[in-house]
């Protein structure tokens, strides 16, 4: 069978400014999104503050998701929401299950530079690898790990991507709150959620 090519990867944390500071940008917009679907929770929950806090303390976004799933599905089956909201939040958690692997590659990856690029070392799931079809139409990243390389535009379209997740979120919890079925314990927090500005006159600029 023919094999793929190797190439040996020099990990390196000596990364420029442009690519540490998105990076953070990335890690901290992600937690600001865990943190919605938290206050989500909490308001679904309906109860003491502190016994919702110790609920979805712990939780990733996944489990947040699919906690806050499970919870607006009680709220329709018992006429407490429309289902319109259950539909909405289905879209809502796709959108978020998208965007998570991208915002794990970049968080949690080695980097190298290669040809004057910057790539990461994907590790995890599988690769597609039609050159070897029929035989292995998917290879194990962890047998043969495979290289993704970032630009700056392609990883300020991932802290959008994010930005936009998480104001859904908002917005979505803010109409359930208001929604005339139900009477909620919670009360929205006086948050500022200033952001970052991902246009290209305000992101840091840098060179390899």
Known sequence: MKQLKWDWFDHRTDLPQWLTSRIGQIVVEWTVLERELEELIQMLLNTDIGFSRIVSN?????????AAYSLIEWYV???????????EFNKLAKR???????????AHSLWALIERKWCVL??????????????????SR???????FFSREKLDTIIQEIITNARAIEDFRERVY???????????????????STKKNNTVTGSV
Do not use: C, I, W
Not at 96 to 105: A, I, L, N, S, W
Not at 142 to 148: N, S
Not at 186 to 194: H, L, S, W
């Open 58 to 66: 712990r939780l990733n976004a996944q489990n947040r998701v699919l």
């Open 77 to 87: 089956y018992h006429g407490k929401l429309k289902s319109t909201f259950l539909h």
């Open 96 to 106: 978020v299950g998208k965007t998570q692997p991208k915002r794990d590659m970049v």
């Open 122 to 139: 994907k590790l995890r799931g599988q690769r597609p690898t039609p050159e070897l079809g029929p035989e292995m139409e998917k290879l």
């Open 142 to 148: 962890a047998f043969l790990p495979q290289k993704e």
């Open 178 to 196: 208001r929604a005339p079925r139900e009477q909620y314990q919670y009360e929205p927090p006086k948050y500022a959620r200033r952001r970052r």
